[in-house]
C-alpha cells in the first residue's frame, strides 16, 4: 500500500528534488524537517499547502491521496472514528473549504474577476 507519504516522497524523487527543494516551495522560513514528517506519514500538510505540491509536482490531488480514499469509500460511515489517519480527515475538510473559497472567485467562465486579482 502507497500512502500519501510514500507518494510524495517517490514524485519527489522521480522530479530529482531534494527535501529542501519542496521545502522551497513555501518560502525560506519552510523547514525541510517538515517535509520529511509528511513522507514519513508523522503529519500531512496544510490546505493551501497540499494545493502548491499538487501544482509543483504535477500531482492531482486525487492521484496523492488515492490509497486513502480507497480505503475511506470501502469503510461505512460509522467507521471512521476508528480510520488510522484522523488528522487527514480534519486536513481534507480544511482542504475542501479553501477549495471552496478559491472557486466562488472564479466566473462563469472559469476566468477570475478583475477586481478579485
Given at each position: 500500500m502507497?500512502?500519501?507519504?510514500?507518494?510524495?516522497?517517490?514524485?519527489?524523487?522521480?522530479?530529482?528534488?531534494?527535501?529542501?527543494?519542496?521545502?522551497?516551495f513555501f518560502g525560506?522560513?519552510?523547514?525541510?524537517?517538515?517535509?520529511s514528517r509528511w513522507e514519513r506519514g508523522e503529519t500531512y500538510p496544510e490546505a493551501e499547502k497540499l494545493w502548491v505540491l499538487s501544482?509543483?509536482?504535477?500531482?492531482s490531488l486525487d492521484e496523492m491521496f488515492s490509497e486513502e480514499l480507497a480505503y475511506l469509500k470501502k469503510r461505512r460511515k460509522s467507521d471512521y472514528t476508528e480510520f488510522p489517519y484522523p488528522?487527514?480527515?480534519?486536513?481534507?475538510?480544511?482542504?475542501a473549504n479553501v477549495l471552496s473559497q478559491h472557486t466562488k472567485l472564479l466566473t462563469?467562465?472559469?476566468?477570475?474577476d478583475e477586481k478579485d486579482r
Open positions: 502507497m500512502l500519501f507519504g510514500d507518494r510524495l516522497k517517490r514524485r519527489r524523487e522521480e522530479k530529482g528534488l531534494t527535501q529542501e527543494n519542496v521545502a522551497e525560506e522560513d519552510f523547514s525541510r524537517q517538515s517535509v501544482i509543483e509536482l504535477g500531482m488528522g487527514m480527515i480534519v486536513g481534507l475538510k480544511t482542504f462563469k467562465d472559469g476566468e477570475v
